[in-house]
């Protein structure tokens, strides 16, 4: 069973095969990584989390205040306990995409000081105990003896497709909420508020396509397009962080300088898209879209 739901399954049976088999590849990822390489394996374990905090979501309206809290907050502590090494290897990923969009105009060698930095402090990471096999013993250990109330074990009993359609009408809302400060001012904060309602939905529309695929894979991959977007938007703001950390300049004055400014360029050129993708994905009123996703949720196992 992939992450979509089975239209011969009831809802909560779907809701609880989802989860376990999302849990259950996290956890293999971990003890048994692709290739053997452990960082990989954690990259793809955090991927699973992230999974799962959508279901999770989407199922609010039937887990409960409580239920929802406790839920999110199993995956997403899991996710942040192994994020150390995968946020140092996303700046290294920001520096090669600016120097892929502008290396033909400005020459980087004068920058590769602070490439050095990034993978020296990545390396430093993958080394410590941030990432070591202790820390994701604990991480299964939690995963395995999770307490009954885990939506993999039957928590959202008696989920209708009302309350699901509900979750995912509260998630679109804030999108389009988000959507609408973004077009007032280039504001990373509320951009990176605005990534997370997107990427909730990318992973609710990735759900939908086992009930329609053609209609919600359009949805999905615009979700996963403009939430992808957004991303590199907040890698490279943390970026710009990183060289503030510094006293003294990690590059030499007129370097430093040059790269800021392509930094910039590039997130103003990551802004006008993602608005633009925006207004194709959010334009249209809440509750139509609402009712187009209740269409099709009544249909799983009617």
């Not at 049976?13 to 849990?23: G, R, T, V």
């Not at 956890?27 to 374990?45: F, I, M, Q, S, Y």
């Not at 699973?48 to 959508?54: A, E, I, M, S, W």
């Not at 997107?198 to 979700?223: E, M, N, P």
Request: contains cysteine; aromatic residues 6%.
């Amino acid at each position: 069973m992939s992450y979509q739901f089975e239209p011969d399954n009831s809802l909560q049976k779907n809701l609880k095969q989802i989860a376990a088999e999302q849990i259950d590849l996290a956890c293999k990822k971990l003890h048994d990584p692709p290739g053997g390489d452990e960082n990989t394996g954690v990259h793809e374990a955090r991927k699973c989390f992230k999974r799962l905090r959508g279901l999770v979501r989407m199922a609010r309206p039937n887990l409960g205040k409580k239920g929802y809290r406790q839920q999110n907050a199993r995956f997403r502590d899991a996710g942040r306990a192994l994020s150390t090494v995968r946020d140092a290897q996303a700046l290294i990923e920001s520096y090669e995409m600016l120097e892929q969009t502008y290396g033909s105009q400005v020459t980087f060698a004068r920058m590769t000081a602070l490439q050095h930095k990034l993978v020296a402090r990545r390396d430093r990471m993958v080394n410590s105990a941030d990432i070591s096999k202790g820390s994701i013993d604990v991480v299964v250990d939690e995963l395995d003896n999770a307490a009954s109330g885990g939506i993999e074990r039957g928590s959202a009993a008696g989920v209708t497709a009302d309350q699901l359609t509900a979750g995912v009408q509260r998630v679109y809302r804030r999108a389009r909420k988000g959507w609408k400060r973004a077009q007032s001012k280039h504001d990373p904060v509320k951009l990176h508020d605005w990534r997370k309602r997107a990427k909730y939905l990318r992973y609710h529309f990735q759900l939908l396509k086992g009930v329609d695929k053609k209609w919600a894979s359009q949805w999905h991959k615009g979700f996963k397009r403009l939430s992808d977007l957004l991303g590199d938007h907040h890698d490279l703001d943390v970026l710009r962080q990183y060289l503030d950390s510094f006293d003294t300049g990690v590059m030499k004055p007129v370097a430093e300088c040059e790269f800021r400014i392509l930094l910039r360029e590039k997130q103003d050129v990551l802004y006008r898209e993602v608005l633009r993708l925006g207004r194709d994905l959010l334009h249209k009123k809440t509750k139509k879209v609402a009712g187009a996703i209740r269409r099709r949720l009544v249909k799983v196992n009617a």
